[in-house]
């Protein structure tokens, strides 16, 4: 039933924080939730660990990620795309 191009793939937009790791980056995404008692925009943020086959990325980059297959225990997402 289920259609290989009917799937829905998550991609987000972040920065590099780290590089250091062979093959991997971690990239901080942010956004902004409204806090639920005062109404206050605030920023909240995630890291996630992303695939680099080519080891391209560097430290401050705008990357885009998307998800996949766990590759490793704490890696299910790769590189899409470097945005600047």
């Not at 939730?33 to 890291?47: E, F, I, M």
Request: aromatic share 4%.
């Amino acid at each position: 039933m289920s259609d290989e191009s009917s799937k829905i793939i998550r991609t987000v937009r972040g920065e590099v924080t780290s590089n250091k790791m062979d093959k991997t980056i971690t990239v901080v995404v942010e956004r902004k939730v409204t806090h639920p008692l005062y109404g206050k925009v605030v920023r909240r943020s995630t890291k996630y660990h992303a695939h680099d086959e080519a080891n391209e990325c560097k430290i401050g980059d705008t990357v885009t990620i998307e998800q996949c297959r766990p590759i490793s225990k704490s890696k299910s997402w790769k590189l899409l795309k470097i945005e600047g």
